[in-house]
């Protein structure tokens, strides 16, 4: 498996992930589709100035163009407070087959390689049993629920917590450079 990062060209892996009600059903429901092609430019410029990690997962690594999902990295204001959030999205077909899980895996060894983004939070639906297994299998410290926004839309969220720096396992370390 491959991550890198996100290219104009996937403007049609994004549709499939954000306007689909079944891959949306855990977020509030699938956004519109008008103001995709904008999401795609404005997180093809946060990862060319690193200002995020915005990740496509590529499963196989002898078909690039093979799209699985994504996963992002980045750092926003909570409560007037820095906070760097993890968040991923695995499209149905390759859904089972612990993609997501070892694709947080390599991006959080690749946070704590570059010491870069301290604690990292994710905020997984309380009934998104999948994301939170992801969690809890990559080493995260449950912190509680809260309500949580994302696309303008509130829900409920169990909140997570890991510190690459120390939280990660050299099982987990090992796994992640598959």
Not at 13 to 22: G, K, T
Not at 43 to 59: E, L, T
Request: hydrophobic share 45%; glycine share 8%; charged share 20%.
């Amino acid at each position: 498996m491959q991550l890198r990062d996100v290219a104009p060209g996937d403007l049609g892996a994004y549709q499939r992930m954000r306007c689909d009600p079944v891959m949306m059903a855990e977020l509030g429901g699938p956004v519109p589709r008008e103001g995709m092609a904008a999401k795609v430019a404005r997180d093809v410029q946060q990862a060319a100035a690193d200002s995020a990690w915005i990740k496509m997962i590529i499963p196989d690594e002898s078909a690039p163009g093979v799209v699985a999902g994504s996963v992002a990295l980045w750092s926003h204001e909570d409560s007037g407070t820095a906070m760097s959030e993890i968040g991923w999205m695995v499209l149905p077909e390759f859904q089972g087959r612990g993609i997501a899980k070892t694709a947080v895996r390599m991006l959080l060894t690749l946070a704590r390689e570059q010491d870069r983004w301290g604690l990292v939070h994710a905020f997984p639906a309380i009934t998104n049993a999948p994301s939170n297994a992801v969690c809890r299998s990559a080493g995260f410290r449950f912190a509680g629920e809260q309500d949580t926004t994302f696309a303008g839309r509130v829900f409920r969220t169990n909140h997570w917590v890991i510190n690459p720096a120390t939280d990660l396992t050299t099982a987990n370390a090992r796994l992640s450079s598959r």
